[in-house]
């Protein structure tokens, strides 16, 4: 069973800032390319951004530059450090772990944890 929580959402005017935090367990967070995704209401999930267990990251287009993922090893968790939010970021926000890059990307996991709702307002 897959053991991840997300926390850290809320509610931001646009142009604010969130940090977002996942919490793993050890067996999923070790080793594993750990990754962001959101999905908005109506639409698909979309993978956000990436982080490998050295600290390489990758992130999508639309939050390139305003986004940052992080990771601390020693508490098996990620960070999402979101700036400059805009309207069209609300979604609730997930973690998972893969085994590399291109999985993360994917993002068809069979297990979720519950997600944290980010809401911005114009």
């Known amino acids: 069973q897959v053991q991840l929580v997300e926390s850290g959402g809320g509610l931001v005017q646009a142009g604010g800032s969130l940090r977002l935090s996942c919490a793993a367990s050890?067996?999923?967070?070790?080793?594993?390319?750990m990754g962001w995704y959101r999905q908005a209401p109506g639409n698909p999930r979309e993978w956000v951004a990436a982080?490998?267990?050295?600290?390489?990251?990758n992130y999508s287009s639309s939050v390139q530059g305003r986004f940052t993922i992080s990771r601390d090893n020693a508490k098996n968790t990620v960070y999402l450090q979101m700036n400059s939010l805009k309207p069209d970021d609300t979604a609730v926000y997930y973690c998972?772990?893969?085994?590399?890059?291109?999985?993360?990307?994917?993002?068809?996991?069979?297990?979720w944890g519950q997600g944290t709702q980010v809401t911005v307002s114009s």
């Open positions: 982080i490998t267990p050295g600290g390489r990251t």
């Open positions: 050890g067996s999923i967070f070790n080793g594993n390319v």
């Open positions: 998972n772990a893969a085994v590399n890059l291109i999985r993360i990307v994917r993002g068809d996991f069979g297990s």
